[in-house]
């Protein structure tokens, strides 16, 4: 049986350890993987797998971890990466069950997340929020929670908002143009994108009597 020869603290990273095998080097484990073995010790066939799979496992939650700590990640994102990083589809469901069941993953809280954000910074219309959240792999029941306290109009006229320096000094008919264009390429539906923005108008016009240039056709 395989003997080992030397297990050797890895130089960047003090939690890991390499593990030699008959003066060869065979893979990394985890530092508490490790502490149980010793020098000399014999390993059969089976140990070894179960080592290697114990530092492939370390391995792939630790990328994991640090993927999730830029900002919060569905399942299939974090599925994704680590399949992109030729982790085995057997570590990858070990890896996400180990995360939900210590928070770290939660697709729930992951599309309340992302709705909220959109909201804040870029709103966006339900069918767009849809979109990504399926791209992004997230279940349709969990997406229909998400977006169930979205108003929509309330959005539309926040994203008009963020537009409207835009378009100073168009006339009222290309600026209707405009930003109804720029409220539906945000995935709100065409009736929506119209009554946002005749408010906005409307708005402009009682507040601004120098926004608009005359337009003899509005």
Do not use: N
């Amino acid at each position: 049986m395989p003997v080992i020869t030397a297990l050797k603290m890895h130089r960047r990273d003090k939690e890991r350890v390499k593990l030699y095998l008959d003066e060869e080097y065979a893979f990394q484990l985890p530092l508490q993987a490790a502490a149980a073995l010793r020098c000399g010790q014999e390993l059969c066939q089976q140990e070894i797998v179960a080592l290697r799979e114990a530092g492939a496992l370390q391995t792939a939650y630790e990328r994991a971890i640090c993927f999730l700590a830029y900002r919060p990640r569905s399942s299939d994102e974090v599925r994704r990466y680590l399949a992109s990083k030729a982790v085995g589809q057997s570590v990858i469901e070990l890896v996400l069950e180990r995360l939900k069941a210590r928070d770290w993953l939660d697709d729930v809280e992951f599309a309340r997340y992302w709705v909220d954000q959109r909201q804040r910074h870029k709103p966006m219309g339900e069918r767009a929020l849809r979109y990504q959240l399926r791209q992004k792999g997230v279940e349709e029941a969990i997406i229909d929670a998400a977006l169930e306290s979205l108003d929509e109009t309330e959005a539309a006229h926040r994203a008009a908002q963020q537009r409207l320096s835009r378009y100073r000094g168009q006339t009222p008919r290309v600026f209707r143009q405009k930003l109804s264009g720029a409220l539906m390429r945000r995935g709100f539906d065409a009736e929506t994108a119209r009554d946002v923005t005749l408010r906005c108008q409307e708005e402009l016009v009682e507040t601004d009597s120098d926004y608009f240039v005359c337009d003899a056709e509005a």
